[in-house]
Nanobody, 122 residues
Framework: QVQVVESGGGLVQPGGSLRLSCKVSGFSLDYYPIGWFRQAPGKEREIVSCITNNDLATFYPTAVQGRFTASRDAAKNTVYLQMNSLSPEDTAIYYC???????????????WGQGTQVTVSS
């Protein structure tokens, strides 16, 4: 069975940093896109980043570009989201997702993790 498990969330002060991890089991992550998403209370889910197979292309929305960086460790079948210069507006549950049906980024993903809470507060 395919499993997607996020970790690394927690409480951080404004201006601080966190690195989230997403470990995938059940298939090789090398050939498929990885999306990071977040959802704050009362708000719609929004994309944070996406990387294509073998990191050939990346995407970041304006809200996080320059602060967030996604990367992939193929040997560990794990992707990371490095988050710097965090602000209270970044507080949300963060999810990672992947899809075996394509190599490129998209709006629909086949597998989702359970999410990890990130809270930015003094």
């Amino acid at each position: 069975q395919v499993q997607v498990v996020e970790s690394g969330g927690g409480l951080v002060q404004p201006g601080g940093s966190l690195r989230l991890s997403c470990k995938v089991s059940g298939f090789s992550l090398d050939y498929y896109p990885i999306g990071w998403f977040r959802q704050a209370p009362g708000k719609e889910r929004e994309i944070v980043s996406c990387i294509t197979n073998n990191d050939l292309a990346t995407f970041y929305p304006t809200a996080v570009q320059g602060r967030f960086t996604a990367s992939r460790d193929a040997a560990k079948n794990t992707v990371y989201l490095q988050m710097n210069s965090l602000s209270p507006e970044d507080t949300a549950i963060y999810y990672c997702a992947t899809d075996r049906r394509r190599w490129y980024c998209g709006n629909e993903y086949e597998y989702w993790g359970q999410g990890t809470q990130v809270t930015v507060s003094s």
